[in-house]
């Protein structure tokens, strides 16, 4: 009797503990996404992440934090203006955090900032970002 079933499966290697891309692009017309490293197995000890999120000339990015969980007051997310971390910080987030507002740029580029201790490692943090 033949069969017309089949069995398909796809599998990546990745290497723990890596932050990705630093420089990422926002577009208007889709959402695209940033995690702390493993998200949502726990993040590794000693991150510390940057990313440069780059929007087109006349627009800025908006960001929507749709989970978050690290370790309060030790583990930090920092979202700056601009393209520098010397730029005024826009969020400081630590701990089990729900938002319901969107975080804006005033200008077309963000610095994203992810840094935890050496101790206890949590969920970490999904987002998603767009170009408005």
């Known amino acids: 009797m033949k069969s017309d079933r089949t069995f398909n499966f796809d599998y990546e290697w990745k290497k723990r503990c890596q932050c990705g891309a630093e420089i990422k692009n926002a577009y208007s017309d889709d959402w ?7 998200y949502p197995t726990p993040y590794c000890n000693n991150m510390n992440c940057t990313w440069l999120i780059q929007a087109p000339p006349q627009h800025r990015i908006v960001i929507n934090i749709t989970d978050f969980l690290t370790e309060i007051d030790q583990d930090f997310l920092v979202i700056f203006e ?5 730029s005024s910080h826009l969020a400081f987030l630590s701990g089990m955090e729900q938002s319901e507002n969107l ?3 005033k200008s077309n580029q963000m610095t994203i900032v992810f840094i935890s ?3 206890l490692s949590l969920r970490g943090f999904s987002l998603d ?3 408005g």
Do not use: C, V, Y
């Open 32 to 38: 695209a996404t940033i995690k702390s490293p493993d």
């Open 82 to 86: 601009g393209n520098s971390t010397n």
């Open 117 to 119: 201790d050496l101790s």
């Open 103 to 105: 975080i804006a740029s």
């Open 129 to 131: 970002f767009k170009a």
